[in-house]
């Protein structure tokens, strides 16, 4: 089945550092992948929509210039955290889904952040 | 898409059958019931989906009433592994653009 790989699983960057996240889809194109962050006994939080070779969609309340999102090829978008700050630690994850398929969406295994 | 409500957390032991219950009330004719779950600290995984018949797969099975006014995803032999946050999602099968919406979801606890 679709596989999406997302790196690095876990990340501890001081505060004020840019950290960079990147989802690829592995065994298929994806033209669109969403962002999503997860707080501690919380729901997965939609930040942003990808799309590639486009600008990226951001939900409300979501700073896009502080979480800048490239979506350069059709199996790979980035998410880069911007000056991070303590309160940008969070668990992010990926998705993406294969075209045409109407069973699901896959999702990277997530990507710890954690700034001290 | 449809708004879902589910019990916040329960409990099945091991071995047994997990039903974990989905009130999808409002659901439109052209919308799918999708089960998703998350395993503590991984992505979220896709279980099954089903429109109005009930749909068997090798992770489980989906039961949808008659009306499609709620749903019950059924773990025929719940593990240890199953422990886990279930989400259940209506929306429009096909609508490959949009993202998928997760509410609070049901905390099934395996209990050994």
């Known amino acids: 089945g679709a596989v999406v790989s997302q790196h690095p699983s876990w990340v501890i960057c001081k505060s004020g550092t840019s950290v960079k996240i990147e989802c690829r889809s592995l065994?298929?194109?994806?033209?669109?992948m969403f962002w999503y962050r997860q707080f501690p006994k919380q729901s997965l939080m939609l930040m942003a929509t990808?799309?590639?070779?486009?600008?990226?969609?951001?939900e409300q309340g979501v700073e896009k210039d502080k979480f800048l999102i490239n979506h350069a090829s059709l199996t790979l978008s980035t998410l880069t955290v911007t000056s991070a700050h303590p309160e940008d630690s969070s668990f992010y994850i990926c998705?993406?889904?294969?075209?045409?398929?109407?069973?699901?969406?896959?999702f990277g295994s997530g990507t710890r952040l954690t700034v001290v | 898409d449809a708004k879902t409500t589910q019990p916040t957390s329960m409990d099945c032991a091991e071995g047994r059958a997990a039903n974990l219950p989905c009130n999808h009330s409002?659901?439109?004719?052209?919308?799918?019931v999708y089960w998703y779950r998350q395993i503590h600290s991984q992505g979220p995984q896709y279980i099954i989906h089903?429109?109005?018949n009930n749909e068997t797969n090798e992770m489980a099975s989906l039961i949808i009433t008659e009306d499609r006014k709620s749903s019950t995803l059924i773990l025929p032999h719940a593990t240890l592994r199953d422990t886990a946050v279930y989400y259940c999602?209506?929306?429009?099968?096909?609508?490959?653009?949009?993202?998928?919406?997760f509410g609070k979801g049901t905390r099934l606890s395996v209990i050994a």
């Open positions: 998705s993406a889904r294969e075209q045409g398929a109407i069973d699901g969406y896959t």
């Open positions: 065994d298929f194109q994806a033209t669109t």
């Open positions: 990808s799309n590639e070779g486009s600008k990226a969609t951001y």
């Open positions: 409002t659901i439109s004719g052209n919308e799918y």
């Open positions: 089903g429109l109005k």
């Open positions: 999602i209506v929306r429009v099968a096909g609508s490959g653009n949009t993202p998928l919406v």
